[in-house]
Antibody, heavy 120, light 107 residues
């Protein structure tokens, strides 16, 4: 049974860098048989995919955000870390991480999300 | 990037109604088309993957179909717990895109 949990700051200031961590529980992460995506959702708005790390450690970024977003993985800690630079109030959102099963492209297990507010 | 146009953006329906939501891709996509349900304050939940495959544990009143650029999601008989927002999502060439969502409300 795989579970994912997001963690990070609740509040960041404009221009600061946001760092969020997705901690994965379950053996499929350590044996490389899953991918992890980050998705965000501004209040009252639609879901937006941000970035993904595949089971082979290849990383893909949203075209619109690739200049600001970096993804990294620490297998020893079962964590995937999202870094987003130059935060702006429009980046206020709930940020989710989600699993894609090996060899599939749907997101079948989601974290509960973490809400980040960008304000001075 | 492929854009997904989901419609309608909202609809009103009654328990027992048949509900249909459509998603149109800006170009021909493979069968990597998924549907999610989201309730307020909760994470999305996978319902359908790869166009028409029902996720384990999801009731059979949910179904999906389509190919190419046009896809359909159907609830055959709306239940009280189905009032929620639904999103389509596609995957192509290392990128994912969500539709804008359809809010299903009680009539």
């Amino acid at each position: 049974q795989v579970t994912l949990k997001e963690s990070g700051p609740v509040l960041v200031k404009p221009t600061e860098t946001l760092t969020l961590t997705c901690t994965v529980s379950g053996s499929s992460f350590s044996n490389g048989r899953m991918g992890v995506s980050w998705i965000r959702q501004p209040p009252g708005k639609a879901l937006e995919w941000l970035a993904h790390i595949f089971s082979n450690d290849e990383i893909s970024y949203s075209t619109s955000l690739k200049s600001r977003v970096t993804l990294s993985k620490d297998t020893s800690k079962s964590q995937v870390v999202l870094t987003m630079t130059n935060m702006d109030p429009v980046d206020t959102a709930t940020y989710y991480c989600a699993r894609t099963p090996f060899y599939f492209y749907h997101m079948d297990v989601w974290g509960t999300g973490t809400t980040v507010t960008v304000s001075s | 990037d492929i854009q997904m146009t989901q419609s309608p953006s909202s609809l009103s329906a009654s328990v027992g109604d048949r509900v249909t939501i459509t998603c149109q891709a800006s170009e021909d996509i493979s069968n990597y088309l998924n549907w999610y349900q989201q309730k307020p304050g909760k994470a999305p939940k996978l319902l359908i993957y790869d166009v028409s495959n029902l996720e384990r544990g999801v009731p059979s009143r949910f179904s999906g179909s389509g190919s190419g650029t046009d896809f359909t999601f159907t609830i055959s008989s709306l239940q009280p717990e189905d009032f929620a927002t639904y999103y389509c999502q596609q995957y192509d060439d290392l990128l994912w895109t969500f539709g804008q969502g359809t809010k299903v409300e009680s009539k």
